[in-house]
């Protein structure tokens, strides 16, 4: 039955939710019978009119005549909503309720579900009696665990599609469809139990092992073709949850792009058109290429990897290490400062004990304790500003030896730039003779045919005479080996001055991260110990009072 709620004769026929309305549905439930018995006999209005909309955690508007969801903005923290026995008709207005775990929309008018893909701490859903005939929009309801659409649209021949929706909510225990159409399908209860595995009620009846076990084996055929489909989406995902993995790993260690940078080279080319029309004709102009590619990927990029991600394994180190001894400083000024708090407070209970027992010279004491608060903030001021050149000599040290770190690894990003454009130049030089070949080849070939005789050449039967026509003039040849050669370092060269960017600039952000924390926390300290000190004036000044005289000593 709904929580609250109540017809009111005198209500119009169509409501808004507006601040009223809202005010007279916010329900706060009684923490004990106790206390549930005597909210019966106090005004329960007068805690909802003082609670403010962000503190509020269940709205309930069953029997309101709602017609549409909306002006629920600012209840940041609501966990509970009830809708039901209203005239709503769509689902909307609800995304910013990111916190809801519970949500009523029974007896209504709702004929699709939607608006819901925020809600992903949903465990309890109830669109119980609307006109609903089709499962959608409940995707990103992983949570889910108590979901009832009976009484609503869907039909036998949507049993099929129903079931294989259901499945993908593993943690759904609670399921009801009764007063559907589809419940009439004679495989209606096996379908619905051999797809969702791990009910354990069903309109509103337990559900039993034996039934389970019963239903798998009638849909076994189904269910091998479902879980084979499973299996080649889970790992899919799996592949691209480790794709997704390995190119965090690989910005981690400022590698982005270089598992891609061969083949980018060869993308961006000016010639990448000619290039690979000349592949198509030419084994050894292929083979070079793939041997560069091999020389270039799998020796030099895959060796330069393995070098980055030493470096960035040896800079976390060193900062965990750095993380680690400012804890242990911070620690240890606690523990000191502690210390004499404790004792000051200790000999403030003594006093205030004397000064109740009404013991003769507690004035003095009281005038004693003053002063010793004084001595207390600043062995406390003293022990920041110790603990405070502590860090700076610290963060010192490590930045001297993150810098060495960075500068090694510039080192490594340039020695191995240039292993690549070595491999580049070798490459280079490849080509360079196999295209004086194919043009020596082509000049043959047309000094035979002026001359009437047929010479066998393959690599001259193409379909593309424009691109064969550069074979004609040695420096269009040249010209289009240089522009690709001159492409392909060009690329390096941008890659290699954007990761030692990337490392100069890491190193700037830290830098600059060490001194805005430090100087953060050494201001939250110093807060914290004259707030700590005015505490204890505000405590004890009002203590120490006299008909003669009155000290009052403030900070």
């Not at 106790?34 to 503190?55: G, I, M, N, V």
């Not at 893909?117 to 995707?139: F, R, V, W």
């Not at 304790?369 to 040290?397: F, G, R, W």
């Not at 890659?495 to 600059?512: A, R, W």
Request: net charge negative; aromatic share 8%.
């Amino acid at each position: 039955m709904p929580v609250g709620g109540g017809r009111n004769p005198d209500q119009p026929k169509y409501t808004v939710i507006n601040e009223k309305l809202i005010k007279e549905c916010i329900y706060i439930p009684p923490s004990s019978t106790d206390e549930e018995k005597k909210s019966r006999d106090r005004d329960t209005k007068a805690p909802k009119q003082q609670l403010e909309f962000y503190e509020v955690e269940c709205l309930v508007f069953s029997f309101r005549h709602v017609t549409q969801i909306d002006n629920l903005v600012g209840f940041d923290r609501l966990v509970k909503l009830q809708l039901d026995n209203n005239h709503i008709t769509k689902i909307e207005n609800l995304a910013h309720l990111v916190n809801l775990q519970w949500l009523d929309l029974s007896f209504n008018d709702i004929t699709t579900i939607e608006g819901l893909e925020a809600l992903t701490q949903l465990t309890d859903l109830t669109l119980y009696c609307n006109n609903i005939s089709k499962l959608q929009g409940m995707e990103t309801l992983t949570k889910l665990n108590c979901f009832s659409v009976g009484k609503n649209s869907l039909q036998q021949t949507d049993l099929d599609a129903v079931a294989k929706y259901l499945r993908q909510f593993k943690n759904l225990r609670m399921l009801t469809l009764a007063g559907n159409p589809l419940v009439k399908h004679p495989s209606y209860e096996s379908k619905i139990l051999a797809h969702v595995k791990h009910l354990k009620y069903l309109d509103y009846h337990f559900v039993e092992k034996s039934k389970v076990e019963k239903a798998n084996q009638d849909q076994r055929e189904q269910l091998v073709e479902i879980e084979n489909e499973e299996s080649k989406k889970e790992d899919e995902l799996q592949d691209a949850e480790a794709k997704v993995q390995v190119e965090k790993n690989m910005a981690n260690a400022n590698l982005s792009g270089m598992n891609s940078l061969f083949d980018e080279m060869l993308r961006d080319d000016p010639e990448a058109k000619n290039m690979n029309a000349f592949m198509e004709i030419d084994q050894p102009l292929k083979d070079a290429v793939e041997k560069y590619r091999t020389r270039f990927t799998d020796q030099v990029v895959d060796e330069f990897k393995t070098k980055m991600i030493d470096h960035r394994a040896r800079k976390d180190a060193e900062l965990e290490e750095f993380q680690s001894t400012l804890e242990t400083a911070k620690a240890e000024t606690d523990m000191k400062c502690k210390d004499i708090m404790r004792l000051f407070e200790k000999k403030k209970k003594k006093v205030i004990a004397a000064s109740q027992k009404e013991v003769d010279g507690v004035e003095d004491e009281w005038q004693q304790l003053h002063q010793e608060l004084d001595s207390v903030q600043e062995q406390l001021l003293e022990l920041e500003t110790d603990q405070v050149e502590a860090y700076e000599d610290v963060i010192k040290t490590f930045e001297q030896i993150y810098t060495e770190l960075t500068e090694q690894t510039i080192e490594t990003i340039t020695q191995y730039f240039q292993r690549m454009r070595d491999e580049e130049k070798t490459y280079f030089d490849e080509i360079f003779e196999i295209f004086n070949k194919m043009v020596e080849a082509r000049h043959s070939e047309q000094q035979t045919t002026g001359l009437g005789v047929t010479t066998d050449t393959s690599f001259v039967d193409d379909q593309n005479k424009q691109v064969m026509g550069i074979l004609d003039n040695k420096e269009d040849v040249m010209k289009m080996i240089n522009e690709s050669h001159e492409a392909h370092e060009q690329k390096m060269y941008t890659k290699e001055e954007q990761l030692i960017q990337n490392e100069k600039k890491q190193l700037e952000e830290m830098s600059q991260k060490n001194i805005t924390d430090e100087h953060t926390r050494n201001r939250n300290r110093v807060c914290e110990i004259n707030m700590y000190v005015q505490l204890q004036t505000a405590e004890i000044a009002p203590m120490w009072e006299t008909d003669e005289n009155s000290y009052y000593h403030s900070v």
